[in-house]
């Protein structure tokens, strides 16, 4: 089996050092050679960085603080005044009575598990966004390019390729099945010109979107249209979703902000708007 053929195996093994050093070495060298297994080896560095960021843990809030102390408060006054001054103490080298101890505890419970589904939600809304974003910005090779990607879309993506503007051509295309938070995504990279200067516009398209799934960041208003501008790794995308429940993210890194709004509202989007 060539290297090419088990670098979904050897990835972590070679990210976690687990490789013999003449398997690391036989693995650096045809990283050196060949794209689609350099992009593979980012892909799931970006993975692994991501897993072990959301693994740590959040620190006290300021917020959580405030609570704790409030909970303290309201058992220390039902208490008698010798009582409240013991707590007071014990509560500056931690050591507190029974009555502020559950107090504290429910008061934790109450704040962690209402955070618990907060960042929750927070992280399933997020995800189709950062998964789109990791997935633009990797080095990924088209399945199909030139003039004949148009109808390859239509036939095998089933997806109407959003029109950008005059003078703008689609370079090519690839199919993400499931790559995008669990949702089947098509990848299309057009080339435009603005303000006389070229560069390369990246269009993910997503199936089966759910308002809430692609609604971070801030809301602007593009020529009529509300879309969404998210940043996340370094990249800025505008993200919008049409009648159909498809998504949309447009990501150009040589474009402002700015134009990179005025180009999206100037977009024919497919589907009941």
């Known amino acids: 089996m060539s290297l090419?053929?088990?670098?979904?195996?050897?990835?972590?093994?070679?990210?976690?050092?687990?490789?013999?050093?003449?398997?690391?070495r036989e693995l650096d060298t045809h990283l050196t050679e060949c794209a689609s297994c350099r992009a593979e080896i980012d892909g799931a560095r970006a993975d692994q960085s991501l897993i072990q960021t959301s693994l740590v843990a959040p620190r006290a809030t300021d917020t959580m603080r405030m609570r704790m102390v409030r909970a303290l408060d309201a058992a220390?006054?039902?208490?008698?005044?010798?009582?409240t001054k013991t707590s007071r103490k014990?509560?500056?080298?931690?050591?507190?009575p029974g009555t502020a101890m559950l107090a504290a505890a429910a008061a934790i419970l109450v704040f962690v598990g209402v955070n618990m589904k907060?960042?929750?939600?927070?992280?399933?809304?997020?995800?189709?966004?950062?998964?789109?974003?990791?997935?633009?910005?990797?080095?990924?090779?088209?399945?199909?390019?030139?003039?004949?990607?148009?109808?390859?879309?239509?036939?095998?993506?089933?997806?109407?390729?959003?029109?950008i503007n005059t003078g703008s051509q689609l370079l090519g295309a690839r199919m993400l099945p499931g790559g995008i938070g669990g949702h089947d995504g098509t990848l299309l990279n057009y080339q435009i010109t603005?303000?006389?200067?070229?560069?390369?516009?990246?269009?993910?398209v997503i199936e089966d979107v759910k308002t809430e799934e692609l609604s971070d960041g801030e809301e602007?208003?593009?020529?009529?249209?509300?879309?969404?501008?998210?940043?996340?790794?370094?990249?800025?995308?505008?993200?919008?979703i049409d009648g159909d429940h498809?998504?949309?993210?447009?990501?150009?890194?040589?474009?402002?902000?700015?134009?990179?709004?005025?180009?999206?509202?100037?977009?024919?989007?497919?589907?009941?708007?």
């Open 118 to 163: 907060s960042n929750n939600m927070t992280a399933a809304v997020g995800s189709v966004a950062r998964a789109g974003v990791r997935q633009q910005s990797r080095s990924l090779p088209l399945e199909v390019q030139g003039a004949s990607t148009g109808a390859w879309v239509r036939q095998f993506a089933e997806v109407e390729p959003p029109h």
């Open 246 to 273: 498809h998504g949309y993210m447009f990501m150009a890194d040589e474009l402002p902000v700015s134009e990179l709004i005025g180009l999206v509202g100037r977009t024919s989007l497919v589907g009941r708007q």
């Open 220 to 240: 602007v208003n593009a020529g009529g249209r509300m879309v969404h501008i998210v940043q996340s790794d370094g990249h800025t995308v505008v993200t919008c």
């Open 194 to 204: 603005v303000a006389g200067k070229p560069a390369v516009l990246s269009v993910l």
């Open 4 to 24: 090419c053929e088990s670098i979904d195996t050897l990835a972590m093994a070679y990210l976690d050092d687990e490789l013999a050093n003449e398997e690391r």
């Open 90 to 96: 014990r509560l500056s080298s931690f050591l507190l």
């Open 76 to 83: 220390d006054r039902k208490s008698a005044a010798e009582a």
